[in-house]
């Protein structure tokens, strides 16, 4: 069974440009999620989808952040325009079930966007 | 202020021995504790999950132990391995609506 995947692994832009992050979930899994980290801080959350839906996006930190997840698949994190802040791993994950209590989640192995 | 606080930041071990990872936390209120390990330029990977009423579990040479009480846990790593070299979150799940809340992590090198 395929993994959690992301593309592009790496991305290194300017300032005021724009970026689209995309995460492929296990298939079947209806839950998916999007973190970041930034340098020398922990992870946090930014939001959460069941199937094509925003259950979560409490932690998105502003409106340069656009997420969709068009059809319940696939999802896309747009920044636009990206500040150097935005610089960070960003990690993407997914699991089966809300509401139980273990509630797993498989995480991507990330993007790291850089902004200069 | 963080949620979830790990100790030592880091730490570097000889292949073989034994190291114990701390995590303190502040989540209220609580319905899950898990470990993970995230190696360099991957994802974080789920090692263990406890809730409240379990006190210890374990994986492998991986042993996490919980204390709901004083909310603490630790992560014990039995015979090193350099395979074991990794970064170690500790991570609570809000009970109720199931948020993460994340450490930094335990960066762990273990040298020949």
């Known amino acids: 069974e395929a993994g959690v995947t992301q593309f592009p692994s790496h991305s290194v832009i300017e300032k005021g440009q724009t970026v689209t992050l995309r995460c492929d979930p296990i298939s079947g899994h209806d839950n998916l999620y999007w973190y970041r980290r930034v340098m020398g801080k922990e992870i946090k959350f930014l939001l959460h989808?069941?199937?094509?839906?925003?259950?979560?996006e409490s932690g998105m930190p502003n409106n340069r952040f656009l997420a969709e997840r068009t059809g319940g698949t696939y999802s896309t994190l747009k920044v636009q325009p990206a500040e150097l802040e935005d610089s960070g791993v960003y990690f993407c994950a997914s699991s089966s079930r809300a509401g139980r209590i273990y509630n797993e989640q498989f995480f991507g192995p990330g993007t790291r966007l850089t902004v200069l | 202020k963080n949620q979830v606080e790990q100790s030592p930041q880091s730490l570097i071990i000889l292949e073989g021995k034994n190291c114990t990872l701390q995590c303190n936390y502040t989540v209220s209120p609580f319905s899950n504790l898990r470990w993970y390990k995230q190696d360099t330029g991957r994802g974080p990977v789920s090692l263990t999950i406890m809730t409240f009423s379990e006190n210890t579990k374990s994986n492998g040479r991986y042993t996490a132990t919980l204390d709901a009480d004083t909310k603490q846990s630790s992560l014990h790593i039995t015979a090193s391995q350099l395979s074991d070299s990794a970064s170690y979150i500790c991570v609570v799940s809000e009970g109720g609506n199931n948020r993460l809340a994340f450490g930094k992590g335990n960066q762990v090198v273990v040298i020949p």
């Open positions: 989808f069941v199937k094509e839906s925003k259950q979560d």
